[in-house]
């Protein structure tokens, strides 16, 4: 089956390099204004993976991010916010990123090549039949997270995948494909601009989504985020004293006593 992908498709903007600034940061952000568009008509397969993911995470199961280069760092960095956001274990979502940790700051030559390494990556992890293996590639096609999901098919590992083109070997191979349509970039090639706000707005939906499902949300506040810093310790009074109706002070020695917002909230209403 033949496709164009994303980083070869022609920007439709020609003479980038005469733009004024006003010209390029206009033309980028019209851009831009497709991307959430893009991602609407792909909440059915959202959703769907979503649905499948749930019931893996209530038993014991993680979910594992795979990718290289941009897709890989944007698994990276949601997978990283999930435990100060939600209170969760580093372990139960998790990024990886072809060529290792290096790779989060620097390019790693033919990392995204390799053909063996991811899945010798998640045998690291002690993958298993709970967790739930999601691949991010703008164009679907590298190999490192293709010949990995194909090993977890092999192995009976639930599949996603976020890409930027249809019916790519990847979104092919994945058993719960996420395909968000973003056009050609303005830059042509450039897939860390639509494709990866894309691919940024698909990981937000997901695990956002996972964690209120699994309890980790009460009305729309973070009760079990981190206390990590002084504007996440103020923010957590700010939110016992608006769900206890009491004062600053009360509520500041309800969270310095059991430091936790959740607890705090619990133990303030016995």
């Excluded at 568009?37 to 995470?57: C, D, F, G, T, Y």
């Excluded at 703008?138 to 977890?152: F, I, K, M, N």
């Excluded at 897939?191 to 990981?203: C, E, F, I, N």
Aim: proline fraction near 3%.
């Amino acid at each position: 089956m033949t496709f164009t992908k994303i980083t070869e498709q022609e920007s439709k903007y020609n003479n980038l390099d005469s733009m004024s600034v006003n010209e390029i940061i206009t033309n980028i952000n019209n851009e831009d204004k497709l991307v959430s568009l893009a991602v609407e008509k792909s909440l059915p397969q959202i959703e769907a993976l979503i649905n499948r993911i749930i019931p893996k995470l209530k038993n014991g199961g993680r979910i594992i991010y795979i990718g290289a280069g941009t897709s890989g760092r944007l698994g990276i960095l949601d997978a990283s916010e999930c435990p100060p956001t939600f209170g969760v274990s580093d372990n139960l979502v998790i990024g990886i990123i072809a060529g290792g940790d290096k790779a989060i700051r620097k390019a790693v030559e033919n990392a995204e090549d390799s053909r063996t390494q991811g899945w010798k990556d998640l045998e690291n992890l002690n993958i298993s039949q709970n967790d739930t293996v999601i691949g991010i590639a703008a164009s679907g096609t590298t190999p490192y997270v293709l010949h990995t999901l194909e090993q977890c098919n092999s192995n009976s590992i639930l599949t996603g995948c976020i890409t930027c083109n249809h019916n790519s070997p990847i979104s092919l191979t994945a058993k719960y494909p996420i395909e968000v349509m973003v056009g050609p970039e303005f830059l042509t090639g450039s897939s860390r601009m639509k494709a990866g706000t894309a691919q940024k707005l698909v990981l937000n939906t997901i695990s956002t989504t996972c964690m209120i499902q699994l309890g980790k949300v009460k009305g729309n506040k973070m009760v079990d985020m981190q206390l990590s810093n002084d504007k996440l310790v103020n923010r957590g009074v700010k939110m016992i004293m608006q769900e206890l109706h009491i004062e600053q002070s009360e509520a500041t020695q309800l969270l310095m006593k059991y430091k936790s917002v959740r607890e705090s909230i619990n133990h303030g209403r016995k």
